[in-house]
């Protein structure tokens, strides 16, 4: 179906999370499901916990262990394919890469879309926005837990 | 007549790559370039690129130019610009028209690194103002800084379309729909997935049947095909936009090359007329190289690859032989191969064996 719609069915996105007890951390969601030749994902990840291999046809693997979260991937990822998951207090925590313009403000509530692009009953609230020399934000967003599957990315400001 | 040791033909990241290359293995180099700069296809490309390291994978397409731009310039390559080659004769002598004025310069080695042109789409009123090639969308808003239109619809999704259709987003204009002919996307899923999450619709199994409009686009009218393409009837809907961009693939610019007489092939899978060549990417004319697009549709990344090997190897026919020559043939080898190993590389493994060219 994603070759047809472009959208990840749920089954297929929770094959890239780990189980929720490992999500008391940050993790990694790397939603690269088609191989093609790419790899800065593994090359920038300073902890070694993505591995493709001499051949970067290979998809990308991660190792939910040495992965700390940090977003450095989510960053480099040319195709915007990443980012970090994490949950607390009932709310699940997202790092993504955003490359429009407004840009949001922390503090800010947005409406929050699902990867069909159809805008979640709930908005999420934006806890940090990292501004970076290569032009890809890093915005930290949380939303209700019961989401944690669904939300890909944030649609306008409310 | 005005005589160089090696013309390079183009300035996109095959001919910049041959020119330091060439350079580097002492050659004197003389690029004539038809546009007002330097970069080719790349200086439109704002997006991160793929690929592995050696080929700047995660720099923005124009990033990429600029650094290739600058290592064309430590090496004293001597630059053309809006320098048009308009022909290609024996005795490898070129013609050059420049500021008005035409002139010929008698090269030892050409190097053709001329990339592609759009193909265009066949349909009632496709002349209508308001209908573009992904091409020229680009050039309008990436370098010239103007919106094509308020909502626009896409048409095809290969990567040039989905990636065009980012582009316009990030300029602030709706993305209506991109339609696709064929039953899956073209081009790369992180790239469809960019889009369908900013709520882009992607409708497969459709192409677009007729524009309309008074004197400009107002809307479009698609149908749906079925498995052998054939429409199904009374399966046509409307779309409301006033701009149309085309983006169904790229064809070879081989015009330079037939005219030199090369020998040529039409092959599907490389986008149409290319040229017959050796491992060393010379021509059936001697001593006259192609890399790039113009020898099939690909990547920026394989066309600098191609590009540098085809530096290489025009420089060591004519007695320059490059001070890593052994080294760098190997590794630039071995890059193609990586490039071209994975499932998107299938198609043009397919059609470079029709020329000649194994990757198994
Ligand atoms: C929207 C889009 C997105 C892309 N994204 C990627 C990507 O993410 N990663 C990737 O690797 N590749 C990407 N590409 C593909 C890449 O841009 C091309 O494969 C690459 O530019 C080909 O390089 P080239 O040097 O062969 O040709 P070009 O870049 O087309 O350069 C050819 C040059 O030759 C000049 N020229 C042509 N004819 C003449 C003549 N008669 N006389 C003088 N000069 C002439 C042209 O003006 C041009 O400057 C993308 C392309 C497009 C359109
Ligand atoms: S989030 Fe950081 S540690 Fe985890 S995979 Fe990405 S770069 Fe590596
Ligand atoms: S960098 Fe992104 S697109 Fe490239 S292989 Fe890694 S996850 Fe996939």
């Not at chain 1, 699902?114 to 926005?129: F, H, Q």
């Not at chain 1, 934000?137 to 400001?157: C, D, M, N, R």
């Not at chain 2, 590794?331 to 059609?351: S, Y």
Request: charged fraction near 20%; charge should be neutral.
């Amino acid at each position: 179906m994603i070759e047809k719609t472009g959208a990840a069915t749920i089954e297929l996105v929770k094959s890239k999370f780990p189980d929720k007890h490992v999500l008391v951390r940050p993790k990694a969601i790397i939603e690269c499901y088609k191989e093609i030749p790419c790899n800065p994902c593994e090359t920038s990840c300073p902890f070694d916990a993505i591995y493709i291999g001499s051949d970067i046809n290979q998809i990308p693997r991660i190792d939910f262990n040495k992965c700390t979260g940090c977003g450095i991937c989510a960053q480099a990822c040319p195709g915007l394919a990443i980012m970090v998951a994490m949950i607390k207090d009932g709310k699940a925590y997202f790092k993504i890469p955003y490359e429009l313009l407004p840009l949001p403000i922390v503090g800010e509530r947005w409406s929050a879309a699902n990867r069909y692009g159809d805008v979640l009953d709930k908005p999420c609230l934006i806890e940090n926005v990292k501004k970076t020399k290569d032009r890809t934000t890093i915005v930290t967003v949380s939303i209700e837990q019961p989401y944690l599957y669904e939300f890909a990315t944030i649609g306008s400001k409310l | 007549m005005i005589e160089k040791e090696l013309v390079i033909i183009g300035g996109g990241p095959a001919g910049l790559s041959a020119a330091k290359v060439a350079s580097e293995a002492g050659m004197k180099v003389a690029l004539f370039e038809r546009s007002f700069s330097l970069g080719g296809q790349l200086i439109k490309q704002t997006h991160k690129f793929f690929g592995s390291e050696s080929q700047y994978a995660r720099v923005r397409g124009i990033e990429i130019a600029d650094i290739l731009i600058n290592e064309t310039r430590k090496h004293d390559v001597e630059i053309f610009l809006n320098a048009t080659v308009v022909g290609l004769y024996k005795d490898n002598i070129i013609t050059v028209y420049q500021d008005e004025k035409y002139f010929k310069v008698k090269a030892k080695a050409i190097i053709i690194a001329t990339g592609a042109s759009e193909k265009f789409l066949a349909f009632e009123n496709n002349d209508l103002p308001g209908i573009y090639g992904a091409g020229a969308v680009q050039t309008l808003m990436n370098i010239h800084g103007v919106l094509p239109g308020k909502e626009v619809v896409m048409v095809g999704s290969g990567n040039i379309g989905l990636i065009v259709s980012y582009q316009l987003i990030q300029a602030g204009v709706k993305v209506k729909a991109l339609v696709e002919a064929a039953g899956h996307i073209g081009g790369y899923l992180v790239h469809a997935s960019k889009l369908r999450r900013l709520g882009v619709d992607i409708i497969t199994n459709t192409t677009v049947k007729r524009a309309v409009g008074n004197g400009k686009l107002e809307r479009i009218v698609t149908v749906k095909l079925d498995d052998k393409w054939q429409e199904i009837e009374g399966s046509e809907e409307v779309i409301e936009c006033d701009a149309l961009c085309i983006s169904v693939g790229l064809s070879p610019l081989h015009q330079l090359l037939s005219m030199g007489n090369a020998n040529m092939l039409y092959v599907n899978e490389l986008g149409g007329l290319v040229p017959i060549k050796t491992c060393d990417y010379e021509t059936s004319i001697p001593h006259v190289y192609a890399c790039g697009d113009v020898t099939g549709i690909e990547e920026a990344s394989s066309a600098m690859v191609e590009g540098k090997i085809a530096g290489l190897m025009a420089a060591k026919h004519l007695g320059f032989i490059h001070p890593n020559y052994d080294s760098l043939e190997a590794e630039l080898n071995q890059q193609l191969c990586v490039l071209r190993q994975g499932p998107c590389g299938e198609k043009i493994r397919c059609g470079l064996k029709k020329v000649g060219e194994i990757y198994d």
